[in-house]
């Protein structure tokens, strides 16, 4: 008998393989088929972007953030990457019985704090409470619809295209991991976990044309990239000295065996940019504090797959995440 592994929920190989056989075979239709972070429709001439996702992290409460502003930030990333402005939202809050009723009330507060940075509101919600030992603390479930301000697509990506990434990878799981291992770190590694709207829109305001973005969450930048050179039948070649990396997520990963560029990020944008462009948009995105550490990594060809060139001069290519890294990170 087939059974649910954990390795499912990777974001990976074992992810897009569940999908396609379960889901996609039985629920597939035109919106579904583009296997974008949003769904995208027209409404009264205007269109809209419409995304949905669920967040297990554990602990719930974590250095630079908690879930509250995680599912808020993960949604409206997803928004972002189709260029939409988040505007309404919905949530449902499954809660284990026995969980403390001010922790949750913290974690209420910093939801309704991000929705209210951003000009975005709940407009739906529903609560349930399941028996101890059959829930994770919390666990939260948000639906978002953002209007389109900019077209983008991984259909847009094309040879020549410019890859800049707006921050350090895997800081959030290197977060997550030191607080699950007891590792004290000076000064305290905190998830990048942030609403990225605004980055985005002041990258709109530039003049850097932009095909494509993505956030690179579960699965990491690695995954995300081949999955983007798989969805547009290009070819990448990243250069890995342009990675910005924290150095204490480095300590990290060479201390528990994991590769950064498979850990999850939660305030991370990668662009896909026209030929030239990515200069000016680096620009933009530095004056951001969102965008400080922001680096042009690479750049899109007409080969197959993704190359990543090492800092010694070596190659290695990149494949999808396979297996299970590290469980209920976001």
């Avoid at 995954?223 to 990396?245: A, C, R, W």
Wanted: proline share 3%; aromatic share 6%; glycine share 8%.
């Amino acid at each position: 008998m087939r059974k649910i592994l954990l390795s499912h929920g990777e974001g990976g190989l074992a992810t897009e393989r569940l999908i396609e056989s379960v889901f996609a075979s039985k629920l597939s239709n035109a919106y579904l088929a583009e296997m974008e972070d949003s769904a995208i429709f027209e409404l009264d001439g205007k269109k809209y972007a419409f995304t949905t996702d669920a967040f297990i992290v554990e602990p719930v409460f974590f250095p630079g953030g908690d879930i509250g502003k995680l599912a808020v930030s993960g949604v409206v990333n997803d928004l972002a990457a189709m260029g939409a402005k988040p505007l309404f939202f919905s949530a449902d809050f499954i809660i284990e019985e026995g969980f403390s009723i001010d922790k949750l009330d913290i974690i209420v507060e910093s939801f309704a704090k991000e929705l209210k940075e951003i000009s975005a509101v709940l407009v739906a919600a529903d609560t349930k409470v399941v028996p101890i030992g059959q829930g994770g603390d919390i666990y939260i479930a948000v639906s978002a619809i953002g209007e389109v301000i900019c077209e983008v697509g991984t259909h847009m990506i094309q040879s020549g295209d410019e890859i800049v990434i707006s921050g350090d990878i895997a800081r959030h799981s290197a977060a997550i991991i030191s607080v699950r291992e007891n590792i004290e770190t000076e000064p305290t590694i905190l998830s990048d976990c942030a609403p990225l709207w605004d980055l985005v829109n002041t990258a709109f305001e530039s003049d850097a044309v932009i095909h494509a973005m993505r956030d690179a969450t579960r699965g990491g930048l690695a995954t995300i990239l081949v999955e983007l050179s798989n969805k547009s039948d290009t070819g990448m070649e990243i250069y890995q000295e342009k990675i910005p990396i924290n150095p204490q997520v480095s300590v990290i990963c060479e201390l528990y065996g994991f590769d950064p560029l498979y850990l999850a990020c939660e305030g991370v944008m990668v662009f896909f940019t026209a030929e030239d462009n990515a200069e000016k948009l680096l620009s933009v995105l530095k004056k951001h504090n969102l965008g400080k550490n922001a680096e042009i990594i690479g750049r899109v060809n007409n080969d197959i797959g993704v190359i990543l060139h090492t800092p010694i001069g070596g190659k290695r290519k990149l494949i999808k995440l396979e297996g299970e890294q590290l469980p209920r990170i976001c």
